[in-house]
Nanobody, 126 residues
Framework: QVQLVESGGGLVQAGGSLRLSCAAS????????MGWFRQAPGKEREFVAA????????YYADSVNGRFTISRDNAKNTLYLQMNSLKPEDTALYYC???????????????????WGQGTQVTVSS
């Protein structure tokens, strides 16, 4: 059974940084693309970033491009999201998700991902 467990969230001031981690088990982690999504209160879940199975290809939402970096360590079955220059509008529950395939999804539709973690809260104060 696939399990994804996020960690690393917390409270940070605007301009600060956080690094999220997602530990995967129950699947051949190195064979699948992975992604990060977020959901703020009263809003729909939105795509943040995705990475191919090898880590060579990445894709970001415009709102985080240049501030966030997605990476993975296939030897440790772990996905990361380095978040710099955080803004209050980044406040949300952050989820990691396992892709259905190895390459980057053709779009950011959440249906391209089949397993989800429980989320880790990120709160950015102004």
């Amino acid at each position: 059974q696939v399990q994804l467990v996020e960690s690393g969230g917390g409270l940070v001031q605007a301009g600060g940084s956080l690094r999220l981690s997602c530990a995967a088990s129950g699947c051949t982690f190195s064979s699948y693309a992975m992604g990060w999504f977020r959901q703020a209160p009263g809003k729909e879940r939105e795509f943040v970033a995705a990475i191919s199975y090898s880590g060579r290809s990445t894709y970001y939402a415009d709102s985080v491009n240049g501030r966030f970096t997605i990476s993975r360590d296939n030897a440790k079955n772990t996905l990361y999201l380095q978040m710099n220059s955080l803004k209050p509008e980044d406040t949300a529950l952050y989820y990691c998700a396992k892709g259905r395939l190895g390459g980057l999804p053709i779009n950011t539709d959440p249906r391209n991902f089949d397993y989800w973690g429980q989320g880790t809260q990120v709160t950015v104060s102004s």
